[in-house]
């Protein structure tokens, strides 16, 4: 944020969209696979993508929205994606995302809780929000994308194709660095779903790291699955593709749609959940498939299984790399690490140390202090925990924000002040730091099991029993009261149909393996459940609150 002594720093997120096109102006930006737009395209250049943009600014200069406003975005991957953004924070207004994964009625309460001014949608986004009015009672302007009934406010296409001259087009508003710039709603995958303030600044920083870490090399050409993602290509000068996936239910994606993309399109590069990466290893390893143009891969979302990084690794030519980044919505990237350094580290993974998420960033720190539930309004280097000792991880960097959309007790409880008078974000994740200056993620905090005095970590205890060839996955949740919860294990077996004989076998087998490892000797209980619910956004963070439920309600549970 700006410091109110320092003349203000206007900077506009849209320029970095404006430089590229200034560079490459007939470079493809988008390429949609999905099909056509709105307008029946399915491509746009970076001059294209440019004056497009430039006119939706103009056109909402018409309307009633002031800089400033907040504007709820419900529009499908494409061009038209890429118009309506880049046109929203060249006019400074604030784009409102939300996962519609999330399901209908938490979607319909983070967007009346954003009190947005304006809706820019598609035709059935405006017919719900005229069906259920409580929920968009601020809304003051409409932009239809497609056809528009008898609700008013402009339409996409007006508005693209509206009168005006040859002259040049507004320059964007001048907006502060400072200013928010967009907000991003967390999935509510492990809590309550959050709007987190995005400032022009803190895109600028995501912009420079993502491309200095990543090496995204300006003309490189990207598969972007995760349409937020997907903006970044354009602030560094690639050809974003926009594969024919769901982008809410990525780990369901056609393995082989995938692969015709990536080869026909040539693609230097692809951002892919955990989900959808193991997927696309599978497949290519059991079709002898190869990657040889793929320079870089990257998976985020949740923590990449160890065999999955290095089986898709080798499917790339001599000059790829796969990384894994770690954050959240409200801190990408914090760290990251690549799968040779993921091969080095496996097996202390595999004994329950935790999964290796690489050393901070440049311009980023990242320190582990004492474990607590409470409000910590400042924490002194007496509270910085040794190297190797489990606690709490805390970051401040560029990337950080630094507040929620109108939740202070949430803000509140999410930072603390560092021993050097800086704003931290407590990421609400437990690990440790090694002695090379590497993170290690054990678990979400608000999913450890506390049991009396003893304490299991979900990342740290479930990769023990991930061993087993039977076992494709594992959850740890608690049953009981919190403090005195009994730790119980739930199993997805690699068979989908196992007879009751077999399943008592091999618990036996379980229970004999987590002897062997003090994190989990006192673990007992061993509960079979065929399918993990996952989260909506990556399909890769296990549901461990709603396993919780389930398993306190089965009789095997019981004492």
């Known amino acids: 944020m700006d410091n109110p002594t320092d003349p203000p720093e206007f900077f506009n997120v849209s320029s970095l969209l404006a430089q590229s096109a200034a560079r490459h102006p007939d470079r493809t930006a988008v390429l949609n696979k999905r099909g056509p ?7 746009l250049s970076y001059a294209q993508l440019e004056r497009d943009s430039s006119l939706f600014m103009e056109a909402l200069g018409r309307g009633p929205l002031q800089a400033g406003d907040r ?17 929203l924070f060249k006019a400074g207004l604030v784009p409102v995302m939300v996962d519609p994964g999330m399901g209908l009625k938490r979607m319909l309460l983070c967007l009346s809780e954003s009190r947005p001014r304006g809706l820019v949608g598609v035709k059935l986004a405006h017919l719900a929000s005229l069906i259920m009015p409580r929920y968009f009672s601020s809304l003051r302007h409409r932009v239809t994308l497609g056809r528009r009934l008898f609700w008013g406010g402009q339409t996409f296409q007006e508005m693209l194709a509206g009168p005006r001259g040859d002259g040049p087009l507004p320059p964007p508003a ?25 400032t022009h600044a803190m895109f600028r920083a995501q912009v420079e790291a993502i491309g200095r870490i990543f090496d995204l090399a300006d003309g490189g050409v990207d598969l972007a699955t995760f349409p937020l993602f997907s903006l970044f290509s354009s602030a560094l000068g690639l050809t974003a593709i926009i594969p024919n996936l769901n982008p809410v239910k990525p780990g369901q994606t056609d393995p082989r749609k995938m692969v015709q993309t990536l080869r026909d399109e040539r693609c230097t590069s692809i951002f892919a959940s955990p989900a959808l990466l193991a997927r696309l290893a599978a497949y290519a390893r059991e079709n002898g498939v190869s990657f040889p143009h793929l320079r870089r891969v990257i998976s985020a979302g949740a923590p990449i299984q160890p065999q999955v990084a290095i089986d898709f690794a080798s499917t790339m030519g001599p000059e790829g790399r796969l990384s894994t980044p770690y954050g959240a919505t409200e801190a990408m990237p914090l760290t990251t690490i690549e799968a040779r350094e993921i091969a080095e580290v496996r097996g202390m993974t595999e004994q329950g140390f935790g999964m290796c998420v690489g050393r901070p960033v440049p311009g980023h720190r990242m320190a582990v202090i004492a474990i607590s539930d409470r409000p910590v309004p400042r924490f002194g280097q007496a509270q910085v ?17 630094l507040s929620y959309f109108e939740r202070p007790k949430e803000t509140e409880l999410s930072l603390t002040m560092g021993p050097d008078g800086d704003t931290w974000r407590r990421m609400g994740d437990l690990g440790w730091q090694d002695a090379q200056g590497r993170m290690w993620f054990c678990g979400r905090k608000s999913q450890r099991v506390v049991a009396g ?66 994190r989990t000797m006192a673990i007992a209980v061993f509960l079979r459940h065929r399918d993990f619910p996952v989260d909506i956004r990556h399909n890769a963070k296990i549901n461990r609150e709603r396993l919780a439920v389930w398993a306190a309600s089965h009789p095997d549970a019981l004492p």
Request: some cysteine; charged content about 20%.
């Open 453 to 518: 005095k003893a304490v299991f970590l979900t990342i740290s205890c479930e990769a023990v029993f991930n061993n087993h060839p039977k076992v494709r996955r594992s959850a740890l949740v608690g049953v009981g009261p919190a403090g005195q919860a009994r730790p119980v294990m739930v199993i997805e077996t690699t068979e989908r149909r196992m007879s009751r004989r077999a399943w008592l076998a091999l618990v036996e087998e379980l229970k004999a393996l987590g002897r062997t490892n003090p």
């Open 37 to 43: 737009d709105s307008l029946g395209r399915t491509r």
């Open 71 to 87: 504007v709820v975005v419900m529009v499908p991957p494409g061009p038209d994606f890429f118009v309506v953004i880049f046109g």
């Open 174 to 198: 001048e907006t502060r660095a400072g200013d928010a710039a967009a907000i991003l709603f967390t999935s509510g995958a492990t809590g309550l779903a959050k709007g987190t303030i995005y």
């Open 385 to 401: 925990l040794p190297m190797g000792e489990v606690g709490e991880f805390v970051a401040a960097g560029p990337v950080v924000a």
